[in-house]
């Protein structure tokens, strides 16, 4: 059975508001939306919990900063690597004397 259609953001929020100033019932909010009434549920907790930005999947407030944990992370992983393979390549014009196994050798 194909997933129903997305429920745009302002739909979810006018529905949610219906349902906490008690002007419609949850089962009524989940007919007129064509979703379980879970759903209706879901959303009327994610409202709470995060305002706007919690029916939106609460990512909203979040994406820059966790954007910008990940950019320092593969700055780091970057720089990790380049020093890593400098050593190994020092390794290897150094270790001809010393048996140091290299790329060729395998």
Do not use: H
């Not at 979810?12 to 419609?24: I, Q, S, Y």
């Not at 009327?44 to 820059?64: H, I, K, S, W």
């Not at 393979?85 to 270790?95: D, F, S």
């Amino acid at each position: 059975m194909p997933r129903p259609p997305a429920i745009p953001l302002q739909e979810k929020t006018r529905l949610v508001l219906a349902v906490l100033a008690k002007e419609t019932t949850i089962a009524e909010a989940a007919k007129a939306a064509q979703v379980t009434e879970q759903s209706v549920i879901n959303w009327r907790r994610q409202f709470v919990d995060g305002g706007c930005a919690g029916l939106a999947g609460g990512a909203a407030d979040r994406r820059p900063e966790r954007e910008e944990q990940l950019v320092n992370e593969i700055k780091r992983l970057k720089m990790a690597l380049g020093e890593a393979y400098v050593e190994v390549m020092t390794w290897r014009k150094v270790g001809g004397a010393r048996k140091v196994p290299s790329e060729t050798s395998k």
